[in-house]
């Protein structure tokens, strides 16, 4: 097994280390400042436009990172770690597909589209121990362009989701939670499949680089890492769905208490 790109994707800065911290927040802050702009401010502006906006911004993101590989190193192949086969990866798909697509295509992306995007996001934010670089600071710039990207690219997956909510385009509901989770253990096989072809680690199911679950599959093996990966995805794919779980769950308890007054009546 080539391990050369697993060792070149370990980070120097440290995970909630000033590098990490300080880009987290400024991402942030990023995001607030752009919902409050299009929500409130432009608020005019279609709402599908914003996303189409969005969508071509976040695979400008995916070639800019290309583009800075090939200009540095034009004398490699693509490198097969940057095959678009991550969870973050699948925002490239599912983006266009919500923002340029219509009827029963958008209707059964959305769900996946706006979970994923926001879950992936965010854990790439609290725990970005595979984008930040070699170098321990932001600056000078020009030794960060990917980590940059990356962070951006994150956060736009982040926007995308919480515009998608906020601008009422899209409402989960509880009922499309199963799709989502069986939508990601298919991008969870199409992983394997690239990680058996290229020797990838696409999604951390090959050899965990950069997860903090990696010692389960040292020390416990691969079937109690898969099923851990798949256990943490059936609980964290829910929690978008709380709202929705909580909302219905209140109804049917006014609804019981209702038929219980009727009968003693």
């Known amino acids: 097994m080539n391990f050369n790109y697993y060792i070149f994707e370990t980070p120097s800065p440290t995970v909630f280390g000033e590098k990490?911290?300080?880009?987290?927040?400024?991402?942030?802050?990023?995001?607030?400042?752009?919902?409050?702009l299009f929500l409130k401010v432009f608020k005019n502006i279609p709402p599908r436009k914003v996303l189409q906006w969005t969508a071509?911004?976040?695979?400008?993101?995916?070639?800019?990172?290309?583009?800075?590989?090939?200009?540095?190193?034009?004398?490699?192949?693509?490198?097969?770690?940057?095959?678009?086969?991550?969870?973050?990866?699948?925002?490239?798909?599912?983006?266009?597909?919500?923002?340029?697509?219509?009827?029963?295509?958008?209707?059964?992306?959305?769900?996946?589209?706006?979970s994923v995007g926001l879950l992936a996001g965010l854990i790439v934010l609290i725990y970005?121990?595979?984008?930040?670089?070699?170098?321990?600071?932001?600056?000078?710039?020009?030794?960060?362009?990917?980590?940059i990207i990356s962070f951006v690219y994150h956060g736009?997956?982040?926007?995308?989701?919480?515009?998608?909510?906020?601008?009422?385009?899209?409402?989960?509901e509880i009922k499309q939670y199963p799709r989502v989770y069986l939508t990601l253990l298919v991008f969870a096989g199409m992983a394997m499949v690239t990680n058996a072809i290229w020797d990838t680690d696409m999604?951390?199911?090959?050899?965990?680089?950069?997860?903090?679950?990696?010692?389960v599959l040292e020390q416990y093996g691969r079937p109690t890492y898969m099923a851990l990966m798949a256990g943490l995805a059936l609980l964290l794919l829910f929690f978008?769905?709380?709202p929705s779980y909580t909302a219905n769950f209140v109804e049917f308890l006014k609804k019981k208490k209702k038929i219980a007054s009727s009968i003693k009546n």
């Open 203 to 215: 999604m951390f199911l090959n050899t965990a680089a950069g997860n903090p679950f990696a010692f």
């Open 20 to 36: 990490h911290i300080a880009g987290s927040i400024f991402i942030v802050l990023l995001i607030i400042a752009l919902l409050i």
């Open 240 to 242: 978008p769905f709380i």
């Open 128 to 147: 970005p121990a595979t984008v930040m670089g070699g170098d321990v600071n932001w600056f000078p710039l020009t030794n960060n362009v990917v980590p």
């Open 56 to 114: 071509v911004f976040l695979l400008t993101l995916e070639l800019g990172k290309y583009a800075e590989y090939l200009i540095n190193d034009p004398a490699h192949s693509f490198p097969s770690y940057y095959i678009p086969m991550q969870l973050c990866s699948f925002s490239l798909y599912l983006m266009p597909l919500v923002a340029f697509g219509k009827g029963k295509v958008k209707a059964f992306f959305e769900p996946t589209c706006f």
């Open 156 to 172: 736009t997956m982040i926007f995308f989701s919480l515009y998608l909510l906020l601008s009422k385009e899209f409402r989960p």
